[in-house]
């Protein structure tokens, strides 16, 4: 090889050395450039977390029940049970239908009936939990926000006076109804 040849071959390396570099330097600026923006943005969501906390504070986003039970319309709540009754058996010994068999609801542990086949989102939820009034409010209100990932296919139950009537007719379908909240 002479060395104008040699020459040629290096000035050819050397080239690409500084196209490489020169890539590396670009694409260093676009980086920089991007950096700031993603730092403003992480600043923006900070801000919008402080200003959140003072709603967390107010509580739960759904009226609680129990205060409405002792005066619930049972009569209404059956009425309100029809929602349900496409899915769901409430009778003395009835079957699991779409749903599973809701008789005697009112503190039975959650996902415990046999032969049910529960969501792992419901089962791994009630682990060592009860339907008590609360849950059973909180479910009821809007099953998928309560228990994410439930494969109860239902809205829920906008109404406070709707869920405390349904509850009230659903404490009687039991063969010792559970005791009322106490006031
Ligand atoms: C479209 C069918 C459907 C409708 C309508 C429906 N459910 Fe359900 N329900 C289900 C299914 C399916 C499950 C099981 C959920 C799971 O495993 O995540 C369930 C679970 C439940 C449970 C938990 C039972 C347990 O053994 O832990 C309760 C309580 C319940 N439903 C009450 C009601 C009430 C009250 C209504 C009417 C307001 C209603 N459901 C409407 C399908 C339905």
């Given at each position: 090889?002479?060395s ?7 000035m050819a ?14 694409a260093?600026g676009i ?14 969501l900070a801000?919008?977390?402080t ?13 609680p029940v129990?205060?409405l039970?002792?005066s ?9 049970f ?5 899915c ?16 005697g609801i ?7 009936v ?5 969501s ?19 479910f ?12 109860m ?7 406070v ?6 509850i009230?007719?659903?404490?009687e379908?039991a063969?010792?109804?559970a005791?009322?909240?106490a006031?």
């Amino acid at each position: 090889m002479d060395s104008f040849e040699f020459n040629k071959i290096a000035m050819a390396v050397l080239g690409t050395v500084f196209l490489v570099m020169g890539l590396n330097f670009a694409a260093d600026g676009i980086f920089h450039m991007e950096n700031p923006e993603q730092k403003g943005y992480a600043i923006e969501l900070a801000e919008a977390d402080t200003s959140a906390e003072p709603e967390e504070d107010a509580g739960p986003a759904f009226e609680p029940v129990e205060p409405l039970l002792a005066s619930a319309d049972s009569a209404d709540g059956a009425n309100v049970f029809k929602k349900c009754a496409a899915c769901h058996n409430v009778n003395a010994g009835g079957a699991n239908k779409v749903g599973p068999a809701l008789y005697g609801i009112v503190n039975r542990d959650i996902a415990s009936v046999d032969g049910f086949s529960y969501s792992g989102a419901l089962k791994e939820y009630g682990d060592g939990k009860q339907w008590t009034y609360e849950e059973l409010n909180g479910f009821l209100w809007k099953p998928k926000t309560y228990v994410k990932g439930t494969s109860m296919g239902f809205g829920g139950l906008k109404k406070v006076e709707d869920r405390a009537n349904l509850i009230a007719y659903l404490r009687e379908q039991a063969d010792t109804p559970a005791e009322l909240p106490a006031q």
